[in-house]
């Protein structure tokens, strides 16, 4: 007698395997708390944090001249636990990958038994899960744009400072609290910034993502497999403190992609080099006088072997961008060398369009980006040293 085969969802009846909720609770699940403070030194850590944070804000302005910090009454700062951070995180991955999996996955669901269609979903929700409660232990902080399109928070996004983890390093690094505190809150707020200075840069972005990410659903047959191999491989190499760039690319991906392909990846690239590498040269750009012990934090800080952060080690592994991860070390000298030839004030033209983002080529030659949207200026020979990555 044969068996009879496997029973099969309806396709209307399945949403993509791609389980973001289930991922929240495994993370919230396996993650610690953190460390245990009475609750006097909870409340006095957090408004320590929330006043750092408050105060950058004016010295992000003071170094980028961006008139847009002055108006940041759209979006949120909130201090936050580590289960608030995997909650929060959950949703936007949500919203950057939900849509674009359903569209690009939609078709193939119906081939999938039940037994299949189950132990995908709880497998990838599985993984992810363990990876965002394995990152929220080691995130400081995050300016998440997207939050409002999830439907949780202000239209102009949330930034969260995850006082567990600021707690843990400052002791473990025997660091100031109130100046390691304001030195995180600067990175932090420069995006914050950058996205109100450039309102429609969310938008745009997110866009740029989903069409890359139906380029990648040309040529790759297991998009949830591939999330969750780019989540691991992620932390895999935060564990390793691998140095930015080293590894194996992975294979296969890029080569494949057509040509409007290969350009939304480089576009996608620039952006995250510039928004990084921005934010970096802000918080460069502090001296004793703004943050008395930050020389100490600095030299501890590398010491530590602080490694690159999550979302473009993850979009690396993601979109086979492995090959092209050395661009974001490109970001900080990017704009330092355009900030050094014209002034901030020029600088700030990045801001205004779409047209004046940089594109892939230019983030190893701003001369480039400045002689196409300014106009073109005498080249002056610049340091090739750099400054500490953050």
Same mark, same amino acid.
């Given at each position: 007698m044969n068996a009879s085969p496997a029973p099969q969802c309806p396709d209307s009846a399945r949403s993509v395997p791609l389980n973001f909720g289930l991922a929240h609770k495994v993370a919230s699940f396996i993650t610690?708390?953190?460390? +245990?403070?009475?609750?006097?030194?909870?409340?006095?850590?957090?408004?320590?944090?929330?006043?750092?944070?408050?105060?950058?804000?004016?010295?992000?302005?003071?170094?980028?001249?961006?008139?847009?910090?002055?108006?940041?009454?759209?979006?949120?700062?909130?201090?936050?636990? +580590?289960?608030?951070? *995997?909650?929060?995180?959950?949703?936007?991955?949500?919203?950057?990958?939900?849509? *674009?999996?359903?569209?690009?996955?939609?078709?193939?669901?119906?081939?999938?038994?039940?037994?299949?269609?189950?132990?995908?979903?709880?497998?990838?929700?599985?993984?992810?899960?363990?990876?965002?409660?394995?990152?929220?232990?080691?995130?400081?902080?995050?300016?998440?744009?997207?939050?409002?399109?999830?439907?949780?928070?202000?239209?102009?996004?949330?930034?969260?400072?995850?006082?567990?983890?600021?707690?843990q390093l400052e002791k473990e690094l025997n660091l100031d609290p109130a100046d390691f505190r304001l030195w995180v809150a600067l990175h932090e707020q420069t995006h914050r910034v950058q996205f109100a200075a450039a309102p429609w840069l969310r938008d745009y972005l997110l866009a740029t993502m989903h069409d890359l990410a139906r380029e990648l659903g040309q040529v790759t047959e297991n998009l949830p497999e591939r999330l969750a191999s780019a989540a691991t491989g992620a932390v895999r190499g935060m564990k390793n403190r691998e140095a930015l760039g080293e590894g194996t690319p992975a294979p296969g991906v890029t080569a494949l992609l057509s040509p409007e392909g290969k350009e939304l990846m480089g576009r996608v690239t620039a952006i995250m080099s510039l928004l990084e590498g921005h934010a970096n040269v802000v918080m460069d750009a502090v001296d004793g006088s703004i943050v008395p012990s930050v020389k100490t934090i600095r030299r501890r800080f590398e010491r530590r072997g602080k490694n690159q952060g999550f979302f473009p080690r993850f979009m690396g592994k993601l979109l086979g961008m492995d090959a092209k991860m050395l661009q974001y070390k490109n970001g900080q000298k990017f704009v330092q060398y355009i900030v050094d030839q014209v002034g901030m004030g020029d600088f700030n033209r990045i801001w205004e369009s779409p047209e004046n983002l940089p594109a892939a080529t230019e983030i190893t030659s701003p001369q480039a980006w400045i002689d196409r949207v300014l106009g073109a200026t005498p080249a002056k020979t610049i340091s090739a040293q750099t400054t500490p990555e953050n």
């Open positions: 610690p708390g953190g460390p +245990r403070l009475g609750d006097q030194r909870k409340r006095s850590a957090v408004e320590d944090m929330r006043y750092a944070a408050t105060a950058a804000v004016d010295h992000v302005y003071d170094i980028t001249g961006l008139e847009a910090a002055h108006n940041l009454h759209d979006s949120e700062l909130l201090i936050v636990d +580590r289960a608030t951070w *995997v909650q929060a995180n959950a949703q936007s991955f949500d919203v950057m990958l939900g849509p *674009v999996a359903e569209e690009v996955l939609g078709g193939k669901l119906e081939h999938l038994t039940d037994t299949q269609y189950a132990i995908t979903e709880v497998g990838g929700a599985t993984e992810l899960g363990a990876v965002l409660g394995f990152l929220s232990t080691r995130v400081l902080g995050q300016y998440d744009p997207y939050a409002a399109i999830a439907g949780h928070g202000a239209s102009g996004g949330r930034l969260m400072i995850v006082a567990p983890n600021l707690v």
